[in-house]
């Protein structure tokens, strides 16, 4: 069985405690490797391989970084196969979603960042009496960087990414049901040129690593993926100790489909926001508003299309709906099937776990739940949706922004006016407009209320993981 290692100062290493963990497969609920249970001693390691190797790695230059990104992107490409099926065994995803969405993603992330590296350029400002003024952005020492299950190597190279980049060494801890991809990783590191303690990854539990690697003193910064509990446990370490923090966290996103959409895409979309990587996207829109007069054809056409959703096997390319990643995370999903009953939910179809081995959740469409009940406020990340009706435009904005959550919003409709209206309403990081999960990587990204602080993407993360200078000139 695959032992996974640590990956410190350029080096595969054991924990030091030489204990492991089980590493589940989601589809057959057998451990099938083993992950290190790392403790403090190697969060401490991997902080002293960053802080050693950042005076060096600060000093290459842009070209230099964006030389080694770009290797490490092509590296995934040449091993594309092994990271597909990898990425699909360790989460329990389909393999068409790893194929088409996580390893692609994660090559285009890391080359991303190389060409916007390039670009990244300090401002000017010049006006009579205020001197001539330039900005100059450093970078700002050994960074930490927690990433999640849901999109593992997606998120862990959109983290590592714009670090690097930005002349940072780095310190990562990937979730550790989702171990395998960012290990893979790691073994390609050394051929692509990337200095010893350049990059560090602990493998492990965030109870064990979490507080050193949050409160540290040679840690400068932390960026974070995860739910909203954990994100309030790193702001409180990382701000104790005048860390820079960034919080990418939960999500329950409206999904306002008016009358005049265009049906059949509004409809073949929001199957995807609701059921893709069985719901366990940050960004998937949970809860679907839907305008009345045509709220019992959507209802059924949506039954009928999930009805159809093939659930099988991650690894087989016509599977539509794989595994949930856990059997925790299952019985947390399968709890909000109660709970929605007892609120006076009607689950349509779904609200139980599949007759199969592994940890498969039919996907299940509820109605009939008041705006301000436990299924319709917190995030479920499954593939559970709620629908319900609604008549006023004033009335579906105020039941989107009912939550603590403010990551994404989706408005259906052909009247732009009154797309921009809504979306505008919305209070969330991002709002599509006939569309879902459209990205452009140059947009900020984060939510805002209990979903996030600070965004990510473009130069967002560049700075983020940067510190800034101003330089005045009196010009007088
Ligand atoms: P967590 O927030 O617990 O975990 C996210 C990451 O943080 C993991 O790498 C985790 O490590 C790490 N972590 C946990 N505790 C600490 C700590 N004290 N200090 C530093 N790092 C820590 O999410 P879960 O995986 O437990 O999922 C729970 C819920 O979070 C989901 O049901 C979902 O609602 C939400 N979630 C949201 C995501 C998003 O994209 N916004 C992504 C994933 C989950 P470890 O895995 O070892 O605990």
Not at 264 to 273: F, G, I, K, P, Q
Request: aromatic share 10%; hydrophobic share 35%; charged share 25%.
């Amino acid at each position: 069985m695959e032992k996974i290692q640590n990956f410190i100062n350029g080096e595969l290493t054991p924990p030091r405690n030489g204990k492991y963990i089980d590493n589940y497969n989601p589809s057959t609920g057998e451990v099938y490797s083993l992950v290190p249970d790392s403790e403090e001693q190697d969060a401490l390691d991997a902080i002293a391989a960053a802080k050693a190797a950042f005076p060096a790695w600060k000093k290459t230059t842009k070209e230099e970084r964006a030389t080694i990104l770009r290797k490490l992107a092509n590296l995934i490409r040449d091993n594309f196969e092994e990271f597909v099926i990898a990425e699909s065994r360790d989460n329990g995803k389909p393999v068409k979603v790893s194929e088409h969405v996580d390893i692609p993603r994660s090559s285009k992330n890391l080359e991303y960042y190389a060409d916007e590296i390039l670009k990244f350029e300090g401002e000017k400002f010049s006006d009579e009496g205020m001197g001539e003024n330039y900005l100059e952005y450093y970078p700002i020492g050994p960074v930490v960087s927690i990433s999640p299950w849901n999109l593992p190597l997606y998120l862990f190279t959109w983290k590592i990414a714009p670090a690097l980049a930005a002349g940072n060494t780095v310190v990562a801890k990937p979730s550790e049901v989702t171990p395998m991809t960012a290990y893979m990783f790691t073994k390609l590191c050394n051929e692509a040129g990337l200095p010893p303690g350049v990059l560090n990854v602990i493998h492990g539990l965030g109870h064990k690593v979490g507080d050193t690697l949050t409160t540290h003193k040679d840690i400068k910064a932390v960026s974070f993926t995860g739910s909203t509990a954990t994100g309030k446990v790193i702001a409180k370490n990382a701000g104790a100790h005048m860390k820079k923090y960034s919080l990418e966290m939960g999500g329950k996103n409206p999904n306002i489909i008016f009358a005049d959409c265009d049906f059949d895409e509004a409809l073949s979309v929001t199957m995807r926001s609701s059921f893709a990587n069985q719901g366990q996207i940050c960004l998937c829109g949970s809860r679907i508003f839907i305008e009345r007069s045509i709220y019992e054809k959507f209802k059924e056409a949506m039954l009928v299309k999930t009805k159809k959703l093939r659930q099988g096997d991650p690894l087989e390319a016509s599977t539509q709906q794989g595994a949930v990643v856990s059997e925790p995370h299952m019985n947390k999903i399968i709890s909000f099937f109660d709970i929605a009953k007892k609120e006076g939910g009607n689950i349509l179809i779904g609200g139980k776990r599949a007759d199969r081995p592994g940890y498969f959740i039919e996907p299940t469409i509820i109605e009939n739940l008041d705006s301000s009940c436990r299924t319709n406020q917190e995030e479920i990340f499954g593939p559970v949706v709620t629908i319900t009706p609604f008549d006023k435009e004033d009335e579906v904005v105020e039941w989107a922004n009912s939550t603590e959550y403010g990551l994404s919003g989706s408005v259906w409709t052909k009247d732009l006016t009154k797309a921009k209206r809504v979306a505008s309403a919305i209070d969330s990081g991002v709002v599509w407009v006939n569309t879902w999960l459209m990205r452009d990587l140059r947009t900020p990204f984060g939510g805002m209320k209990e979903s996030g602080r600070g965004r990510e993407g473009g130069t967002y993360a560049l700075k983020f993981y940067s510190d800034v200078k101003n330089i005045c000139i009196n010009n007088n």
